[in-house]
């Protein structure tokens, strides 16, 4: 075989070679850059998510704040509450007293105006 066709089929399988080598770089590059797309938009995406996340976490703070004044008030009204209660049992313990009193007294008024006389 003559050199020229052994040259000529070195570089004409060289050149496939080359031409294949050149399809699997702008494959790669297209897959880099599809990638690439898919890189930015997932940042932008957990960029996203950490921004809602911080305003969740102070609507969950404010909430919390609120809870607490709620739960310091429902304290505070509880011992408001408990006292009114106390007092109400002492009024009506009161009245009791006054009633047996009243009752005691009345029998020794009836007593000394009628039986006594």
Excluded: W
């Amino acid at each position: 075989m003559p050199l020229h066709f052994v040259l000529y089929h070195v570089v004409h399988i060289s050149m496939e070679v080359l031409e294949e080598n050149r399809k699997v770089l702008l494959r790669t590059n297209d897959r880099l850059t599809s990638i690439k797309s898919i890189a930015v938009e997932t940042e932008e995406i957990g960029s996203a998510i950490v921004q809602e996340l911080g305003e969740q976490r102070q609507t969950l703070h404010g909430t919390r704040n609120r809870l607490e004044d709620i739960d310091s008030s429902r304290i505070s009204s509880h011992r408001y509450v408990s006292a009114i209660n106390r007092h109400v049992f002492q009024d009506k313990l009161m009245l009791v007293l006054i009633i047996i009193i009243e009752a005691c007294t009345l029998v020794g008024l009836v007593y000394i105006k009628f039986i006594k006389n």
